[in-house]
């Protein structure tokens, strides 16, 4: 079974460090979901999230570890909201490039209102409609609004 994983790296700068990450991730036939990584003079920072076999996760750990860098991680079999809509773009073949969520609230809406922006990369014979349907049957009250860069 696949389980997502948010993975915390940080530590001196080593050279093509987020390459090795990455590689040994997918050595593991695991897979990036979305990061954030920082530099700042030698010292770089990342949040990572990935999602592997969850046989797989303590390999990887034990891996990025060696590579005398801290490490941190939380394990989640889901991480709700975010996790279905990214399974229901990965069943679409639809690649996250970035995504930015909020939680709002307020009297005004009558509670705590989620929103999330996702950058996704698409084929070119991506089928728009057949998205927002299988986005849709994540949640009744679930509103899709997939817009094109000008």
């Known amino acids: ?9 940080h530590g001196s700068e080593q050279a093509h460090l987020i390459k090795v990450l990455s590689e040994k991730t997918h050595a593991l036939r695991g897979k990036w979901l979305n990061s954030k990584i920082s530099h700042i003079d030698n010292y770089f920072a990342g949040l990572i999230k990935i999602e592997i076999a969850s046989d797989n996760v303590d ?10 860098i801290n490490v941190e991680t939380v394990t989640s079999e ?8 990214s399974e229901v773009l990965g069943e679409n073949d639809i690649k996250i490039e970035s995504m930015e969520c909020h939680r709002v609230g307020g009297a005004d809406i009558g509670g705590i209102m989620f929103t999330s922006e996702f950058k996704i990369l698409v084929a070119d014979d991506f089928n728009k409609g057949e998205l927002i349907e299988s986005l849709q049957t994540i949640s009744s009250d679930l509103v899709v609004d997939l817009q094109t860069p000008a």
């Not at 079974?1 to 790296?9: F, P």
């Not at 889901?78 to 809509?85: A, C, E, H, P, R």
Request: proline residues 0%.
């Open 78 to 85: 889901s991480f709700g909201l975010v996790n279905d809509i």
């Open 1 to 9: 079974m696949n389980v997502q994983i948010m993975v915390i790296v």
């Open 59 to 68: 390999k990887l750990i034990d891996q990025f570890k060696a590579l005398h």
